[in-house]
């Protein structure tokens, strides 16, 4: 099956910084999904982002499916944004979403 | 956001005993999902449901049922709980089916299920 890479495992942020998070896939994917588990455990959509690039407000996303990755940008990190980012793509052969293992972001006021 | 809810939202039961969670949605869509999470296994597909009554396991079905007797309701049933079984179970929905490129999945809130 499709296997999704995320990097890095863990970030620690400063209240202001910026940073990047990674998704890595081995297949070709006709859709991607960024999640963040806020740290109460709910699931929050961020980006349906088959291709292209897509910004809501701090956050943008970037995915460049020939090349077969994604790029989560957090800008002017918050407290808030706080938890586990998930990438997540489609497996061809049903129905499944295989999601990455996930990055750990810390931010600290 | 989806109109998503599930219920309960925390359970502690004993093992050998039935549990039957609910995940309710408000938006239509066809497509319901279970999953659960665990520490080192991420989320992994537990049944589906591509319509009213139309179910299919997932990756990690042994020990669950489902069904699905109306678009908004899809129960997942431990008919006899094991400490295995403790997790947290997501449900998940989605208006078009996976293989599309505009398929995407919203999740309901949790379920912490504790089984002593």
């Known amino acids: 099956g499709i296997q999704v890479e995320q990097s890095p495992p863990d970030l620690i942020l400063q209240e202001g910084a910026n940073s990047t998070l990674r998704c890595n896939f081995s297949d070709s994917v006709n859709n991607l999904q960024w999640f963040h588990q806020n740290p109460w455990g709910q699931l929050i959509n961020l980006f349906y982002i088959p291709s292209g690039t897509k910004q809501n407000g701090r956050l943008s996303a970037t995915t460049v499916a020939t090349e077969r990755y994604s790029l989560l940008y957090i800008s002017s990190s918050q407290t808030t944004d706080s938890g586990v980012y998930f990438c997540?793509?489609?497996?061809?052969?049903?129905?499944?979403?295989?999601f990455g293992a996930g990055t750990t972001v810390t931010v600290r006021a | 956001d989806a109109g998503i809810t599930q219920s309960p939202r925390h359970k502690v039961t004993e093992t050998g005993t039935p549990v039957t969670l609910r995940c309710h949605q408000t938006?239509?869509?066809?497509?319901m999902y279970w999953y659960r999470q665990d520490p080192g296994h991420g989320l992994r597909l537990i049944h589906y449901?591509?319509?009213?009554?139309?179910?299919d396991k997932g990756e990690v079905s042994d020990g669950y049922s489902v069904s699905r007797s109306k678009t908004e309701d899809f129960l997942l049933t431990l008919e006899s709980a094991t400490s295995s079984q403790t997790s947290v179970y997501f449900c998940?929905?989605?208006?078009?089916?996976?293989?599309?490129?505009?398929?995407?999945?919203?999740f309901g809130p949790g379920t912490r299920l504790t089984v002593l």
């Open positions: 997540a793509v489609p497996r061809s052969n049903d129905y499944k979403l295989s």
């Open positions: 449901s591509y319509g009213v009554k139309d179910t």
């Open positions: 998940a929905i989605s208006e078009s089916n996976p293989g599309s490129p505009y398929n995407e999945q919203f």
């Open positions: 938006e239509n869509h066809r497509y």
